[in-house]
């Protein structure tokens, strides 16, 4: 059986958890509506800095593709051709 005094202890994470809230309070709402835009700007330019990278890896992809193509058929020697 536990003890009821076990519960009443709190841990030093969440003294503090409880003292960074506190500090919170004391923060006006323009720099925390200031810090929560700058959060979802870099949290919406994330997602377009994906999406390049996906396109230029494709391009590259293709671009490898079309190099390995164009060395293969440029260096073949055609014996058909007939020097006089």
Same mark, same amino acid.
């Given at each position: ?6 519960? +009443? !202890?709190? *841990? ?8 960074? #809230?506190?500090? /919170? ?8 509506? +200031? !810090?929560? *835009? ?8 994330? #997602?377009?800095? /994906? ?11 293709? *671009? ?21």
């Amino acid at each position: 059986m536990g003890r009821k005094d076990a519960s +009443a !202890t709190k *841990l030093p994470v969440d003294q503090y958890r409880k003292q960074i #809230g506190k500090q /919170d309070y004391k923060k006006t709402k323009t720099v925390l509506k +200031a !810090t929560r *835009l700058k959060a979802e700007a870099k949290k919406d330019t994330s #997602g377009f800095r /994906d999406a390049f990278l996906v396109v230029a890896a494709i391009l590259l992809f293709f *671009l490898c593709i079309y190099a390995f193509f164009y060395l293969n058929l440029s260096t073949e020697i055609n014996l058909d051709v007939d020097t006089d």
